[in-house]
């Protein structure tokens, strides 16, 4: 019990089949209608829940109208906007900054490549991998949020403990066809059962492969402490 497979590619293959098995729905929770607002929604996401975006989203996509509208408005009236989101000051910079390279650069449209998104302010890879994804429907990477980075260390999938080095791992071991769902999957789990504090492994459909275990291991992995009794 609460032991790894004997090899990363075993191991993440299991956890694929049990959590298809175990969310069988599994896909992105913030919504939107277009490229544009699937950007925002993503850099608003940063530190913030889903939900919370949504909520602000919902008013906010009503408000404004394209790259050109967000690029135009006051700084200080956007940062009003969306101030119940995490670090809304800074987020409101990004979004007026990106729309206006947007406008400038490229055509008002949401660029199409992992190097012109993570050219735009606020935009690192993880932003630029769902843009990527679920606005252009291309995937060439994995996206690796708290939940990706949690689950993957704490089931013994990854050593890495950066985001970008994560990445790398599970590029490596990971079916190419399942880059995109991994994530929503580890999200679904992580927010269902594996949360940061307090996991419930008792009734995880991962226990008998989790080196992180509480059952049996003393040590979480995503984070080398000690569990706390």
């Known amino acids: 019990m609460g032991t790894a497979l004997d090899t990363p590619e075993k191991q993440v293959g299991e956890v694929l089949d049990r959590l298809y098995e175990e969310y069988p729905d599994s ?6 209608s277009n490229r544009l607002e699937l950007l925002i929604a993503v850099i608003l996401s940063a530190q913030c829940t889903d939900e919370r975006v949504n909520k602000v989203t919902d008013e906010l996509f009503e408000k404004y109208d394209g790259p050109e509208d967000y690029a135009a408005v006051d700084q200080d009236e956007l940062a009003e906007d969306i101030n119940s989101i995490t670090y809304f000051n800074n987020k409101a910079g990004y979004i007026t900054s990106a729309c206006e390279t947007i406008v400038d650069e490229h055509d008002g449209e949401v660029p199409d490549t992992m190097s012109e998104l993570t050219d735009l302010p606020g935009v690192g890879r993880k932003t630029a991998n769902v843009v990527l ?6 995937v060439e990477g994995i996206v690796v949020d708290t939940h990706v980075q949690r689950l993957s260390q ?15 791992e599970l590029r490596e071991i990971v079916p190419e066809e399942d880059w995109q769902q991994l994530t929503h999957l580890m999200i679904d789990h992580g927010r269902a059962t594996c949360t940061a504090r307090n996991p419930d492994c008792e009734d995880c459909v991962l226990e008998d492969i989790c080196p992180s275990s509480k059952v049996d291991n003393g040590v979480d992995l995503a ?7």
Do not use: A, M, Y
Request: cysteine-free; glycine content about 8%; charged content about 45%.
């Open 27 to 32: 896909t992105i929770s913030l919504e939107f």
């Open 133 to 138: 994804q679920h606005g252009h429907d291309v």
């Open 223 to 229: 984070d080398g402490e000690d569990w706390e009794n």
């Open 154 to 168: 704490r089931l013994g999938i990854v050593e890495e403990e950066r985001p970008e080095k994560i990445e790398d």
